[in-house]
């Protein structure tokens, strides 16, 4: 894109996508993430303040979490979840678990409070957020928890 403020100088933009599958995404310059999506489905989402709900694969450590606010995990058996997959700068995922068989693994990707390893009770909700990539590399940090 041309700049409108009369700078020569050209800058990375966001750009449209439109797929049968998801719909009408506009997409980081880079092509990595979805900023924001509009389908007919679900209206509009903003990739950092979505409202999609998933569940987890059954025992996937590093379950996808890309546009979507809250994740819910009722493992089948005992899963250490180590990281979460396709986040976007900013984005906050509530994990809600559906039982104990999950342990959230503390390491550097992956921040917990007191630096330990957790495993919620059924009922439980632990708060994520993604540090921007200028920061550190797929880094996400607790910002809070609820367990029950």
């Known amino acids: 894109l041309t700049p409108t403020n009369s700078s020569s100088e050209l800058v990375d933009?966001?750009?449209?996508?439109?797929?049968?599958?998801?719909?009408?995404?506009?997409?980081?310059?880079?092509?990595?993430t979805a900023i924001m999506s509009f389908t007919d489905a679900g209206g509009v989402t903003h990739a950092e303040t979505s409202n999609s709900f998933t569940t987890a694969a059954d025992a996937d450590a590093t379950p996808t979490v890309q546009s979507i606010s809250v994740l819910y995990l009722s493992n089948t058996g005992?899963?250490?979840?180590?990281?979460?997959?396709?986040?976007?700068?900013?984005?906050?995922?509530?994990?809600?678990?559906?039982?104990?068989?999950?342990?959230?693994?503390?390491?550097?990707?992956?921040s917990l409070a007191g630096s330990t390893?957790?495993?919620?009770?059924?009922?439980?909700?632990?708060?994520?957020?993604?540090?921007?990539?200028?920061?550190?590399?797929?880094?996400?940090?607790?910002?809070?928890?609820?367990?029950?």
């Open 117 to 148: 390893n957790v495993t919620p009770t059924a009922n439980s909700v632990v708060t994520m957020r993604k540090l921007p990539t200028a920061i550190t590399a797929n880094r996400w940090v607790e910002v809070a928890r609820s367990i029950k």
């Open 13 to 32: 933009q966001p750009y449209l996508s439109a797929e049968s599958s998801s719909g009408l995404r506009v997409m980081k310059s880079d092509g990595s």
């Open 78 to 110: 005992a899963t250490s979840v180590t990281a979460l997959d396709d986040g976007s700068d900013g984005q906050i995922v509530e994990l809600h678990f559906g039982n104990a068989n999950t342990t959230l693994v503390n390491s550097s990707t992956f």
